[in-house]
């Protein structure tokens, strides 16, 4: 990232939010770092779409997040409530923010069904080999993705 325009995106449990699902951070020593230095813009995706901290585990069903905005798959929580829409809005609302700041480089918490990239959580407890909902959305408008792994150990 060196030499990149400032702010950059980022998950805002990287940086010590307590926005996950199960009401903990993840937080990652350099982003934090960008974090504390003015140069990163924090967004919880699924605290934005309106879904509450604690909250039931969610995951894909039926493809990524590119399927996902092409209407072919979707996301469904532990309780088998569907909560795409939650998902999507939060996006909209990551992505607003980001071209509100002037973003064009992004760092996700990897493995997430809403930031992962390239990897994501399913509903069934795996893993897929896809952008979650917001890294989709935000790679096709062409802003840059890389997750907190690559990030730190690039
Ligand atoms: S991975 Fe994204 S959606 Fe999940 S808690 Fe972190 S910022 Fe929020």
């Not at 020593?29 to 779409?49: I, K, M, T």
Request: with cysteine.
């Amino acid at each position: 990232m060196k030499g990149a325009a400032w702010p950059v995106l980022v998950s805002a449990c990287l940086v010590g939010v307590r926005c996950r699902y199960d009401g903990q951070e993840r937080p990652s020593p350099g982003v934090r770092r960008l974090f504390e230095e003015g140069r990163a813009v924090a967004v919880c995706p699924e605290e934005l779409g309106g879904l509450g901290t604690p909250r039931p585990a969610a995951g894909l069903e039926g493809g990524g997040g590119v399927e996902v905005w092409q209407g072919r798959a979707r996301v469904v929580n532990r309780l088998g409530v569907d909560v795409t829409e939650a998902f999507q809005n939060g996006a909209r609302e990551a992505l607003r923010q980001a071209r509100e700041c002037g973003a064009r480089r992004a760092i996700l918490k990897q493995h997430s069904p809403s930031c992962g990239v390239g990897s994501a959580g399913n509903s069934d407890g795996t893993r897929i080999p896809a952008d979650g909902v917001t890294a989709a959305l935000l790679r096709s408008e062409g802003i840059q993705v890389i997750s907190d792994e690559e990030f730190e150990n690039p």
